[in-house]
């Protein structure tokens, strides 16, 4: 089977058409402890490109704030990406797992990433 190609169509100086994911940096070895938590309107490779090499420490996250958590960025590190479905805020998703992952004692004491946040559900 050939690739086929992705085609991005640009209109009005957007990318039109772009989705939301919700992705999950881990480590690679045991514990697979759950270290960035993000969500993003960009492909997840060019979000996790950013997340490395962008100067501005906004947005490469993980380049400045993994080291100060006391991680290594030569260690081997996964990422694991979620599509959002349409309608729904990405934002709310990110903070929804956060939570949940906290809860659960999934994140690493190496977390870098957003505070977890308490959800009320409405009953």
Do not use: N
């Amino acid at each position: 089977m050939k690739p086929q190609p992705t085609i991005l169509h640009v209109r009005d100086g957007e990318l039109e058409d772009s989705s939301s994911w919700v992705y999950v940096w881990l480590r690679s070895r045991a514990p697979r402890e759950i270290v960035f938590v993000g969500a993003t309107s960009l492909p997840p490779a060019a979000r996790v490109w950013l997340h490395l090499h962008d100067k501005d420490p906004e947005i490469g996250r993980i380049a400045s704030r993994y080291p100060a958590a006391g991680g290594d960025l030569r260690e081997p590190l996964d990422i694991v990406a979620f599509p959002v479905p349409e309608g729904v805020h990405r934002r709310a998703v990110r903070d929804a797992l956060i939570a949940k992952l906290a809860a659960t004692g999934q994140l690493s004491p190496l977390y870098c990433g957003f505070a977890p946040i308490e959800l009320r559900s409405h009953a």
